[in-house]
């Protein structure tokens, strides 16, 4: 079955693309909307059926077609069906179905709403793609493609400037780490003769350490731009201009986690590379406190989750650094379900404010929108990683792993977790606690988002609670059912880190680390409540002074202040000169004096046609004379 339909699941999306995008001005809504979800459901209900057939048979690849033949480089256009693309393919398209469900609601009142689905469905297409190649031609293909889509989608409303503005930073800054990871292709031709994954990795113990350690650099720098690592991060809380459900997709189930992905497929190149795998740990150990650090004092509810997406992929970084393959990915699938439900809650509630995003207008909205305070509440239990709900499982497996690379960067990690919990209950209780805080017009407009929007927000709540199941540890009397079906992928990666460690943790060590993470979360929680309910305190104006750490919070740190001096107006300045000096005073000065040249050429000659013939009569026998002359001489 799988060999006949896979290719389905792609391709459905893209038919709804093409539908929604050559109609969008015809087509009426109620079909914009059945061909944009019908399509993403479609491809999930093949996504489930491939997952219990790869459950049963294992992986598979399935040629298409012969697609690149140049002398030594032949690349098929196939897929590779296997446990981590299978899982990835679940997250896709089923996350994806309900934000497209979701959008149905939000998005029914704008005028682009063919335009959007479309865009929409187009931005699942190409991260299909992404995980489903069986080779670096074809993931870079949906790579740059989901690239496109957040273009489009983040400059939805390009009308405004601001929003085109960050269409164009996540453009720009996106294209730095894709030329990283191009280079880093090319390497791999260049050393394996291939870049199919069947190629490569087999093979990848054979090649030296230093050039495995560029080549994962470069793929590495890559990644760093599409997952928004330090210093290729500050365009995702800008792409926060793009619809809410928009960002849901962004930070949960398609661009955010390519590099993730990408990492976790390469899994091999990393493991034989220990600074590689030094580096990764280590940006994202820094990232995931510096988001955290900053998204402490933010007030606008949607840059609070943009700047936590950054925070918890630097988690996942971190995962992957210190071998945690599979807890990394796990930690990417919990945070698929309780990431997607906090933006689209952060949308109901967006939606029921008439457009306001600062929590400081906000405020005891609780009683007005019970199922999105309620479903929001469980996001933010999971976030926390309170047990048992999803994200418990996932961080700790995370933390466990990194205890044994280093008790230190444990300690670290584990402060990064205060602060997530810390700044989530903020904007939890800032939200839906206390009085309400905005305009009489904004408290008369408040309601419970539609039956489109709130269904999406039970089923990923509970998700959030129960989506850490499958993976239990064996400490709390699990199996692990993910480690055990992820195990063929990373099995090469697990039997070289055993031989290069020594030892496990004891269950002891285990369970006392689990406590000091759940009491310090529980107590980061209780000190919120404090603050921001007990004491009812409210963040101050934008113009109140501050001082020290938290002025430099607030600021964001001064990094997009840092980059505009270092290039944009540098740059911006030698543009300035290139077009003063060289385009204005050279090129339009050669261009402008021949056009000159001819036209005083043309004057000139003009005054020669008198319209006297006695003076043409002259002319002609004076040119007759001349070339007498001309050929008796010469």
Request: aromatic residues 14%; hydrophobic residues 50%.
């Amino acid at each position: 079955m799988t060999e006949q339909l896979a290719w389905l699941i792609p391709v459905l999306p893209l038919i709804g693309f093409l539908i929604n995008g050559l109609g969008y001005k015809k087509n009426p809504k109620g079909l914009v909307g059945l061909v944009g979800c019908a399509s993403v459901l479609g491809s999930f209900i093949l996504s489930i059926l491939v997952f219990f057939d790869i459950k049963a048979n294992g992986a598979k690849t399935i040629d298409l077609f012969d697609w690149i033949s140049v002398g030594s480089l032949k690349i098929p256009f196939s897929f590779l069906l296997d446990q981590l693309t299978s899982i990835m393919l679940l997250i896709i398209t089923g996350v994806g179905f309900l934000i497209h469900v979701y959008s149905t609601g939000y998005m029914h009142d704008d005028e682009g709403y063919g335009k959007y689905f479309a865009y929409l469905n187009l931005f699942v297409f190409f991260m299909l793609l992404l995980v489903m190649g069986s080779n670096y031609a074809i993931m870079f293909i949906g790579w740059e493609g989901v690239g496109l889509c957040s273009y489009l989608l983040i400059g939805f409303w390009f009308k405004n400037t601001e929003y085109a503005s960050a269409a164009k930073k996540a453009f720009v800054m996106n294209r730095i780490g894709d030329l990283g990871f191009l280079i880093g292709i090319f390497m791999l031709f260049s050393t394996f003769g291939s870049i199919s994954y069947a190629d490569i990795f087999p093979n990848a113990s054979t090649v030296s350490t230093s050039v495995l350690t560029t080549i994962t650099l470069l793929l590495f720098v890559g990644a760093m731009g599409k997952s928004a690592q330090l210093p290729l991060y500050t365009w995702l809380p800008d792409a926060m201009a793009g619809p809410t459900p928009v960002s849901a997709l962004i930070h949960a189930a398609t661009m955010v986690t390519a590099g993730i992905y990408m990492i976790a497929r390469s899994n091999v190149l990393y493991i034989l590379s220990p600074v590689s795998m030094a580096v990764v740990a280590g940006i994202g150990l820094a990232t995931a406190i510096f988001a955290a650090v900053i998204a402490l004092t933010q007030n606008d509810i949607k840059k609070v989750l943009a700047y936590s997406t950054v925070s918890q992929l630097g988690y996942m970084f971190l995962g992957l650094g210190v071998g945690a393959f599979t807890g990394a990915f796990f930690h990417l699938m919990t945070h698929a379900f309780f990431k997607a439900l906090l933006f689209l809650g952060a949308g109901s509630v967006i939606h029921a404010m008439s457009g306001e995003q600062d929590m400081r207008q906000m405020g005891g909205l609780k009683k007005h929108l019970p199922v999105t305070w309620f479903t929001m509440l469980m996001g933010t239990l999971a976030i926390a990683g309170i047990p048992p709900f999803s994200g418990f499982f996932s961080k700790d497996e995370i933390l466990a792993h990194a205890f044994q690379v280093s008790p230190t960067i444990w300690a670290i990690g584990v402060g990064g977790a205060l602060l997530t919990a810390f700044y989530m209950f903020r904007m939890f209780f800032l939200t839906f606690n206390g009085k309400f805080r905005g305009t009489e017009e904004q408290h008369h407009h408040l309601h419970e988002s539609p039956a489109s929007m709130t269904i999406p927000l039970i089923v990923l709540a509970v998700l959030s609670v129960i989506g850490g199941f499958v993976g239990v540890p064996e400490v709390l009397g699990g199996s692990h059912l993910l480690n055990e079906f992820l195990s063929p992928v990373f099995a090469q990666s697990i039997e070289i880190l055993e031989h290069n460690q020594h030892g496990h943790l004891s269950h002891a060590t285990e369970y006392a680390l689990m406590a000091a993470s759940v009491v310090g979360v529980l107590i980061s929680i209780f000190y919120a409540y404090t603050v921001y309910v007990k004491k009812a305190s409210v963040p101050a104006g934008d113009t109140a002074r501050r001082s020290g750490l938290e002025k430099a919070s607030y600021n964001k740190f001064y990094v997009d202040e840092l980059y505009n001096a270092i290039f944009t107006r540098p740059l911006d300045n030698l543009s300035q000169i290139f077009y003063r000096v060289l385009d204005k005073s050279v090129i339009d000065g050669v261009v402008n004096g021949f056009g000159q040249l001819t036209q005083w050429s043309a004057d000139k000659v003009r005054r020669v046609q008198t319209g006297n013939i006695g003076s043409y009569m002259f002319m002609m026998v004076v040119g007759i004379i001349l070339i007498l002359v001309f050929n008796f001489l010469f």
